[in-house]
């Protein structure tokens, strides 16, 4: 009679998951099957009166890899333990793929007297490999850059095309969060808007400014997506890009083509009529005060006829560049004409404005020029009124600049007077 322990081996034996089979130690016949639980009968289709005493290598078919029996038997024939894969097929010709796990089991004196294999159909899991393997071929054949991160942003793969984007191998960034791309150059609003449409369920589709490695900018279109299992619940995410850079770049040169004076970096004529009209927009929507200098540079005609053109322009550069040091982020420097500029300057009264161009004309006539000696300028200087117009502003302005040149030049003029029928702007004359 067998002893209770015994029987909790031989029902552990039985109804384990793993396909069990014992067989004799003898490999000049193949080592025969002594022994095998249902669910090695279930995996071969074999049953076990046909198994019983037969060599495991009627498993064996076409696709099985001889290194790998021939490794078996090195193992087995030293007595040592053997782990490994191979394609074996059941009784109805189909194959499947088995992990394996052989182990001797000795007598009292150590002589080997059988093998015990633990064996595994890993069929589905090597299909999920392989497919796994496919897709990720097929995303590193594409040109998107495709990033998968687990719910908590921690990076999980990403193509070829996205290491080559940016930079970074996936051997460097696995399992850190994407915010290592961060830029800087996106608010808080930004991302939480990304957060809130990726926490419904939503798409987030956006323009991203990102960091590579080297630490040089880039811009690309992304769609980031939500993976959700079978319950419902948020496991991944998977950002699909595009690098627009050089649209992005494009685009920039030409925005900078139709807005900016081509010599100073300054918005031009055209852009800086729309700066002037939509502040006029804003301050009427708000009733903040708005101001506008008109300033121009004195003997501008003569630094051109005495010094040539390359001198002027230089003189212009460099004028811009003290205008557009001097005023703030939210104000519009604009290159009018000639050697007219025209600054707008939203929320800022006059007492303001007067300060202002009063220090960009004592920092012009600081600069001196190594060719031409001391520059001066002649401003003028007038504050947006109640019902005025943006032609009748400039006007005012204007006519307080030409007051300021009248009275000799290197100083500012400020109109405190509102004029009733607004002046047409359309062509300037020029003052030297």
């Known amino acids: 009679m067998s002893t209770p322990q015994q029987r909790i081996f031989e029902a552990a034996f039985m109804q384990t998951w793993n396909a069990l089979v014992i ?17 090695f009968v279930a995996m071969t289709g074999y049953s076990l009166d046909e198994l019983r005493g037969r060599s ?40 499947y793929i088995v992990r394996w796990n052989i182990s001797p089991l000795h007598d009292a004196s150590g002589v080997v007297t059988s093998f015990v294999s ?33 719910a908590r942003a921690r990076i999980i793969f990403v193509n070829a095309a996205f290491e080559n984007a940016t930079g970074y191998p996936l051997t460097e960034i696995k399992y850190k969060t994407a915010a290592i791309l961060k830029s800087g150059k996106h608010d808080d609003a930004f991302y939480a808007a990304m957060y809130r449409a990726l926490s419904l369920g ?44 050089r649209q992005v770049k494009r685009e920039q040169a030409l925005w900078r083509a139709a807005t900016k004076d081509k010599l100073t970096g300054l918005y031009n004529r055209h852009h800086g009529e729309k700066a002037l009209r939509d502040a006029f927009l804003r301050a009427q929507a708000d009733g903040d005060p708005l101001s506008l200098i008109i300033a121009d540079i004195d003997h501008f005609k003569r630094i051109n006829d005495d010094f040539g053109h390359l001198a002027g322009d230089r003189v212009l550069v460099d004028i811009a560049g003290i205008l557009q040091r001097a005023v ?32 960009i004309r004592n920092s012009v006539h600081a600069h001196d020029d190594a060719e031409i000696g001391s520059l001066t300028l002649s401003l003028g200087v007038a504050q947006f009124a109640p019902g005025e117009t943006p032609d009748a502003l400039i006007a005012r302005a204007d006519a307080a600049l030409y007051e300021a040149k009248r009275n000799g030049r290197n100083q500012l003029s400020i109109s405190h007077e509102v004029q009733t029928a607004p002046a047409d702007r359309t062509g300037l004359p020029q003052v030297s």
Not at 23 to 39: E, I, M, Y
Not at 144 to 150: A, G, N, P, S, Y
Not at 212 to 240: K, N, P
Request: charged fraction near 30%; include cysteine.
């Open 202 to 245: 939503q798409d987030f589709r956006a323009t991203f400014v990102n960091r590579r490695r080297d630490g040089s900018l880039f811009h690309v279109e992304q769609t980031i997506s939500t993976i959700f299992d079978d319950h419902g619940r948020a496991t991944h995410h998977i950002g699909v890009s595009k690098d627009v850079s």
């Open 328 to 359: 703030r982020g939210q104000d519009a420097v604009i290159r009018w004409g000639g050697e007219e500029f025209v600054i707008v300057l939203a929320d800022c009264g006059l007492g303001d404005a007067t300060h202002l161009a009063e220090r």
């Open 56 to 95: 495991l290598s009627i498993l064996q078919g076409p696709a099985t890899d001889p290194n790998v029996i021939e490794d078996l038997r090195c193992c087995l024939k030293e007595g040592r333990c053997f782990e490994g894969v191979a394609t074996n097929y059941r009784k109805d010709g189909s194959d």
């Open 118 to 150: 633990v064996q595994e159909d890993i069929s589905e899991l090597v299909r999920v490999e392989r497919t796994n393997r496919l897709l990720a071929r097929a995303l590193d054949a594409t040109s998107d850059l495709v990033m998968l991160t687990d």
């Open 23 to 39: 067989t004799d130690a003898d490999l000049s016949v193949g080592c025969r099957v002594q022994f095998a639980n249902p669910a």
